[in-house]
């Protein structure tokens, strides 16, 4: 299958500290990869550096087959840019935006006419084509953030954090749009620490900690892999928790703020166990792919 | 980063005079207030006033060698004003160039395309002063349609060492800076006002390195009607400014964004 990005061994140091850390990454074409990693990760630095915004200390990056950054501005040219800040012009109106966005890429006006109109509808902001930049919500600054980022028509598209700080109608408004660009065959790049999101767009995704790339995999499989498939998250007391499942075989238990988490393959006599007391509560679930974040990237506070 | 010595001048550099373009079409109305309203002032206020002392001036009546100075020196002050705080904003708090660099414009591209605009904004307001100062009969002749794309020429002088400030800039306070140890200087010492063969001889020589002086010596007798005299020498001043301006001004910005 042919790779839309391919990174190899890439690095990247501010002053002297690495912040990327031999990073290597491909993108296969029509696919969608997610970047998970907490804060600090060097997920935007890997986006500078694949769009020759920045200076690599080592690597070698290609997209469409073309290095960087040596041909950054054709890249440019088929690439779309969701920023994880919104930086819209301000001076400008909704569709002013689009089209003023459109002439950097040098796009000739009766296409960027038409292309104006399909791109607001396709982010439900027509009826806001005329409004103020200022007065729109940052749920629909991030919409058309997207359709800004569409205006070339582009064969990759690289978003950072799509989605943080939205409400959640506005986030579902927004992955439904996605999930239509992969429907149109775009080739999806998307950075996120929401673990929904991840799962819910991405085929692949690669866990991106410290500068360092932790694992790859299809979210079902980083789950099978990484943790047991069921889990029961236990509140109450430190000691009341251990004394009910500490000498219970098959449960890995892990503590995070005032929660204890059972890992383990099969919960049913774990909840024979939990069952009738009234100093306990207790949740049974699937595991998910935050208890596979959480594990492999640790339980410490990340900033 | 294709770091190239030398940038080459890309179509893309229209891009961002447009964009500004349109953005300055959005407030015509008080800008063309300002543009005619400010040279009225100072012609009436100095001219006329003054004018009625000092009767004539190197030959020309005083109103004609005021208007000549203010049409040299009205692009310096545009150019430098937007190419300082105009252009810082886009740069730094309204993340405008970010924006920008995610298409296939590059640095180089963004400050031609600034540098366009602010040479573009000094004519426009030029041509204003131009016009309030014929109607006041301080121009003699067609001949000082020439002053318009000289203008241009002196708005892009001015507007490349303005860059390379907004690149530096901190904050805007770090304009003031600029403006009081350079602009101001050169508005009270190359010519605007009086002559500069008044100067004291040691200053005269300083004066001859600072880019307004040859402005002024281009711009002064084609509106009084003379003939103009060095004019290659005075046309490589200002563009050596502008051009090195330029230049500086794309290696920092380049430093500055693209890290
Ligand atoms: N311009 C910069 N100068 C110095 N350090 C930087 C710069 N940009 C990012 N960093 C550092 O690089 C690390 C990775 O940052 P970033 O890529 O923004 O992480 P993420 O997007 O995953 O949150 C962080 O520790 C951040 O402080
Ligand atoms: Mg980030």
């Known amino acids: ?303 | 980063m294709r770091m190239t010595l030398v940038p080459r001048f890309r179509n893309a550099a229209f891009a961002l005079w447009r964009r500004n373009t349109l953005v300055w079409r959005k407030l015509l109305g008080p800008s063309l207030l300002i543009n005619f309203g400010e040279p009225f002032l100072y012609l009436i206020g100095l001219g006329y006033g003054l004018g009625l002392f000092i009767g004539e001036m190197m030959n020309m009546p005083y109103l004609t060698f005021l208007a000549s100075g203010i049409l040299a020196s009205s692009p310096m002050n545009t150019a430098s004003f937007e190419a300082m705080y105009s252009v810082y904003t886009r740069m730094i708090p309204q993340r405008t160039y970010e924006a920008i660099l995610t298409t296939p414009m590059e640095v180089a591209d963004i400050l031609a395309g600034e540098m366009l605009w602010c040479a573009t904004k000094a004519v426009i307001n030029g041509a204003a002063i131009l016009a309030v100062a014929a109607l006041l009969g301080a121009v003699s002749g067609w001949q000082a349609l020439w002053v318009l794309p000289i203008q241009f020429l002196v708005g892009l002088t001015f507007a490349g060492p303005a860059l390379v400030m907004s690149a530096l800039a901190r904050g805007y306070d770090f304009f003031n800076y600029y403006v009081t140890l350079l602009i101001t200087p050169m508005f009270v010492l190359s010519g605007v006002f009086y002559p500069v063969s008044s100067l004291p001889p040691a200053l005269q020589g300083v004066v001859q390195f600072l880019p307004l002086t040859h402005a002024v010596d281009l711009i002064r007798p084609l509106v009084a009607g003379q003939p103009v005299t060095d004019v290659a020498l005075h046309l490589g001043v200002l563009a050596a400014y502008g051009l090195v301006g330029y230049l500086v001004a794309v290696k920092l910005v380049r430093r500055r964004l693209l890290v």
């Open chain 1, 1 to 303: 299958m042919d790779a839309v990005v391919e990174i190899e061994g890439l690095i990247k140091r501010y002053d002297s500290r690495e912040v990327v850390r031999g990073v290597s990454l491909s993108v296969p074409r029509g696919r969608c990869v997610g970047v998970l990693g907490p804060n600090g990760a060097g997920k935007t630095t890997t986006l500078r550096l694949l769009l020759g915004q920045s200076p690599l200390n080592g690597g070698r990056i290609r997209v469409f087959g073309l290095p960087i950054p040596e041909a950054g501005r054709a890249v440019r040219a088929r690439t779309g840019v969701v920023p994880q800040m919104d930086n819209l012009d301000p001076d400008f109106t909704v569709a002013e935006n689009l089209r003023i966005y459109g002439h950097y890429f040098g796009i000739p006006a009766h296409t960027l006419d038409a292309r104006i109109r399909e791109l607001l509808a396709f982010v439900e902001l027509t009826d806001r084509a005329d409004s103020p930049i200022g007065t729109l919500s940052g749920g629909m600054k991030r919409r058309l953030t997207i359709a800004r980022a569409l205006v070339n028509d582009p064969e990759l598209l690289i978003l950072d954090e799509p989605t943080t700080g939205l409400d959640p109608q506005a986030r579902h408004m927004i992955w439904g749009r996605l999930r239509d660009l992969r429907a149109q065959g775009k080739t999806l790049l998307i950075t996120t620490h929401y673990m929904e999101e991840a799962e819910r767009l991405c085929d692949e995704l690669v866990i991106l900690d410290q500068g360092r790339l932790l694992d790859r995999d299809s979210p079902a499989s980083l789950i099978r892999r990484h943790v047991e498939p069921e889990v029961i998250e236990v509140r109450g007391a430190a000691g009341t928790v251990r004394a009910a499942l500490g000498g219970v075989p098959d449960c890995r238990l892990e503590a995070m703020g005032d929660t204890f988490y059972c890992y383990t393959h099969d919960a049913t006599t774990h909840i024979k166990h939990l069952e009738g007391r009234a100093d306990l509560t207790f949740l049974h679930r699937p595991a998910n792919l935050e208890d596979v974040f959480l594990k492999i990237t640790g339980r410490e506070l990340r900033d």
